[in-house]
C-alpha cells in the first residue's frame, strides 16, 4: 500500500475517533453499536442478492459486503470489530485487508451471528430491524437515534483527505473502464458488450459496481436510469450514453460520458461538445460559500442558451427557463454528494440536521447545501429528448423546434458527469 495511502487511513481513523468521541461525549452514550447490516435471501429461497455494507460501518472500515457484523465504539478506547466469519468449507473465510486500520482495532473473529454486550448508556444504529425479534429485544441499548444518525451523516459529508484520495482512485479505474467503453461504441458493440468491455478495464465484477452500469445506445440514452443491456447492436449507431462507476475501499466514483456515433445529425455531435463545455463550466464555479441551488438555476440559465444557440428554442434563454422548457430536457438535478454511497448523506439537510429539502421547481435535485470544503460532489448536466416531459408542451404556444427535436429523438440525450471535491481555494476535479 503507498505510504500516503497508508499515513492518510491512519489519520483518518484518528479523526473519526476524536469525532465520534465528541459526539457521544456530547449527547450522554458511553458506546454506539454499529451494525453492518446484511443481505435477505429471495422469498422462498436459499440465496440472497448482492450487499452492500451500511455507510456508517464502511466509515470506519472501508469494507462494502460485510454481514452479520458489528463495531462498538466508546471514548478514549480501541474501536472493536465483531467480524462474522463463521467457520464454512463453502466459502473462503473471511479475511482483513493489510490496512493500517487493522491494527487500530480490537478484532474478534465470531464464528456465530451474536450480538456484542453493550457497554454503559448505548446506542445502536444500522439496519437492525433485519435481526431477529428477540435478538432486537436482546438490545439494551437505545436504537436508531434519529439526533446521532444525523450528526454521523453530517461528519460523513466533509472528505478526509484519505477519503477524497480514494475517490480519485475509484475515478481512475472507472476511467479506464469508460475509454474501453467508448472503444467498444466505436468497435459497433451492443450494450452487453460494452458493459463487459467496461467491466474488465476497470476491473471489477458486476455484483461490485457501486450501481447498475447505464449503458444506453441511441434511444435508451434518453432514458434516466436505463436498466438492461441488449445482447445485439442496433443497425443505426446515433449515441452511447455511459453513467458507470466504481468502487475503492468503499468509496464511490460517478461518471457519465455520452459520445455521438457515426449515424448521428451533426447537431447531436454539436450539442455534446457544447455539455461539456457546460459541465466545465459548471465546476468551475465550485468554491466555499457557493449555493448548489443557485449552481442547479445556472445550469438551467446555461441550458436555455444552448437550446437557443442551436436553434433548437427560438425565443430567449431567460423564456426557456421562465417556461419550464429546459426543466423538460433536463428533469434531474445537477448532482449530489458522493461518498460511500453513489447519493451521499446529509445533502438535503441543513447543517443542524434539519431538512432542507430540494425547491419546488426542481424536485429531483438531491442537494441543496451551500458548498463548503471537503464536499464531494457530482456535476452532472443533462440535456434528453424525453417524449413524456415534452408531450405536454407540443400542444402549447412554445416556441420549440419540433422538426429538430423528432431529428434529435433517435439520439436519446446527453449526460456529461464528473467528481469534484471543494478546496479551501475553489475546487480540484477528481475525475481525469
Ligand atoms: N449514477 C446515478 C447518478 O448519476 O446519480
Ligand atoms: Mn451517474
Ligand atoms: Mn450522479
Not at 456484542?116 to 437492525?128: Q, S, T
Not at 453513489?342 to 419546488?360: I, N, Y
Amino acid at each position: 500500500m503507498p505510504t500516503t495511502l497508508f499515513s492518510l487511513q491512519r489519520d483518518h481513523v484518528a479523526h473519526l475517533q476524536r469525532a465520534y468521541a465528541e459526539i457521544l461525549n456530547d449527547h450522554g452514550f458511553d458506546s454506539l453499536a454499529i451494525y453492518s447490516g446484511n443481505a435477505s435471501e429471495y422469498f422462498a429461497d436459499d440465496h440472497a442478492p448482492p450487499f452492500q455494507t451500511y455507510g456508517h460501518f464502511m466509515h470506519w472500515v472501508g469494507l462494502a459486503d460485510v454481514q452479520h457484523s458489528w463495531l462498538i465504539i466508546q471514548p478514549e478506547k480501541r474501536p472493536q470489530l465483531f467480524l462474522y466469519a463463521p467457520a464454512d468449507f463453502w466459502h473462503l473465510p473471511t479475511h482483513l485487508p493489510e490496512e493500517p486500520w487493522v491494527s487500530e482495532f480490537v478484532v474478534h473473529f465470531c464464528n456465530e451471528k451474536t450480538i456484542p454486550a453493550m457497554v454503559g448508556n448505548a446506542a445502536v444504529i444500522g439496519d437492525i430491524g433485519q435481526l431477529t425479534a428477540s435478538t432486537q429485544q436482546a438490545l439494551k441499548a437505545q436504537c436508531q437515534p434519529e439526533h446521532i444518525v444525523r450528526v454521523l451523516d453530517e461528519l460523513r459529508l466533509f472528505k478526509t483527505p484519505y477519503e477524497i484520495a480514494c475517490i480519485r482512485e475509484a475515478n481512475r479505474l472507472s476511467i479506464a473502464g469508460h475509454q474501453a467503453a467508448q472503444a467498444a461504441f466505436i468497435g459497433a458493440s451492443g450494450e452487453l458488450d460494452i458493459q463487459l468491455a467496461y467491466l474488465a478495464a476497470s476491473r471489477q465484477r458486476e455484483s461490485n459496481v457501486p450501481y447498475q452500469n447505464i449503458i444506453g445506445l441511441n434511444e435508451h440514452a434518453g432514458v434516466l436510469h436505463y436498466q438492461h443491456y441488449d445482447l445485439n447492436a442496433p443497425k443505426q449507431r446515433y449515441s452511447l450514453l455511459v453513467d458507470a462507476g466504481r468502487r475503492f475501499r468503499g468509496y464511490c466514483a460517478d461518471i457519465t460520458r455520452t459520445y455521438a456515433g457515426p449515424d448521428a445529425p451533426a447537431v447531436f455531435g454539436e450539442l455534446v461538445s457544447a455539455m461539456h463545455d457546460l459541465k466545465e463550466e459548471l465546476v468551475r464555479g465550485i468554491a466555499p460559500g457557493v449555493s448548489f441551488i443557485a449552481l442547479h438555476e445556472q445550469m438551467h440559465r446555461h441550458l436555455g442558451e444552448i437550446l437557443v444557440a442551436h436553434d433548437m428554442y427560438k425565443g430567449t434563454a431567460e423564456q426557456a427557463v421562465a417556461e419550464g422548457v429546459t426543466r423538460a430536457f433536463c428533469p434531474h438535478g445537477l448532482g449530489h454528494s458522493l461518498g460511500l454511497q453513489v447519493h451521499d448523506v446529509a445533502g438535503l439537510r441543513h447543517p443542524d440536521g434539519s431538512p432542507a429539502p430540494a425547491p419546488e421547481y426542481h424536485p429531483a435535485l438531491r442537494l441543496t447545501r451551500t458548498l463548503r470544503p471537503g464536499m464531494v460532489v457530482t456535476i452532472e448536466p443533462g440535456l434528453y429528448f424525453i417524449d413524456m416531459l415534452l408531450a405536454p408542451l407540443r400542444n402549447s404556444s412554445s416556441p420549440i423546434n419540433w422538426a429538430l427535436v423528432d431529428l434529435l429523438s433517435p439520439c436519446g440525450g446527453i449526460r456529461i458527469e464528473d467528481n469534484v471535491v471543494v478546496t479551501e481555494s475553489g475546487f480540484s476535479n477528481l475525475t481525469p
